[in-house]
């Protein structure tokens, strides 16, 4: 079956310290992957986007990812942490081939803590 | 810069009422959906919409849930007879061709 797993429930990280989410996916082939952020009480912003070419893809507010296909992951990065990057983070993987809706699979997000 | 919409912010039901939540998609988008999130859940899919019609849907989207674009602008979820399980947040998500969605703030839905 198809699935998006996120590791970490919690993640607690120091201001200006480095930022390793992490995602793993189950599909049969190479899915559309993305990680969006929520604020508390906001809605859900794309920070970056996986379809094909380069392996790191760059996002907005610093974050990076890397697409693995041997390991099947999409684990998200930031080399200096801001307490602003406080939020919840969802991976979320989208089937190619599927029909036009091409619905979104969401992990269960991992809630970050940046402490002073 | 364009942004989807969703009203209300927060709606609260008696079981058994119908509700309906809106939301405007970005202008130019074409295709339009339907995201829940149940409190400490995931984001799960509900409906996609393409077109005029609803080109997929999950299993939740059973027969009390219906979607409408009554206009050029708006796109509804109405829910028929609401029950306590139906408490969640509803995100209205669209797209152009490209494959990125973009979320709407999401509704706060209670059922009481």
């Known amino acids: 079956a198809q699935s998006v797993t996120q590791p970490d429930i919690h993640i607690t990280v120091s201001e200006g310290a480095s930022l390793e989410l992490r995602c793993n996916y189950s599909?049969?082939?190479?899915?559309?992957l993305f990680w969006y952020v929520q604020s508390p009480g906001q809605g859900l912003q794309l920070l970056l986007k996986y379809f094909s070419g380069d392996t790191l893809v760059q996002g907005i507010k610093g974050f990076e990812a890397e697409f693995k296909r041997s390991q099947s992951s999409f684990n998200l990065r930031k080399p200096s942490v801001h307490w602003s990057d406080a939020a919840e983070y969802f991976c979320a993987v989208g089937a190619p081939g599927s029909n036009s809706g091409y619905a979104l699979n969401f992990g269960k997000g991992t809630s970050l803590l940046v402490t002073p | 810069e364009p942004e989807v919409t969703q009203t209300p912010s927060h709606q609260v039901t008696q079981m058994g009422q119908e509700v309906i939540l809106r939301c405007v998609p970005i202008?130019?988008?074409?295709?339009f959906y339907w995201y829940r999130q149940i409190l400490g859940q995931k984001v799960e899919f509900l409906v996609s919409?393409?077109?005029?019609?609803?080109?997929?849907k999950s299993e939740i989207f059973d027969d009390q849930f219906s979607v409408e674009r009554p206009d050029g602008s708006n796109f509804t979820l109405k829910i028929r007879s609401t029950k306590l399980e139906d408490s969640a947040m509803y995100f209205c998500?669209?797209?152009?061709?490209?494959?990125?969605?973009?979320f709407g703030p999401g509704t706060r839905l209670t059922v009481t």
């Open positions: 919409f393409y077109n005029n019609e609803i080109s997929e």
């Open positions: 599909y049969g082939a190479t899915p559309y």
């Open positions: 998500a669209s797209r152009v061709a490209g494959y990125e969605q973009y």
């Open positions: 202008s130019n988008h074409l295709y």
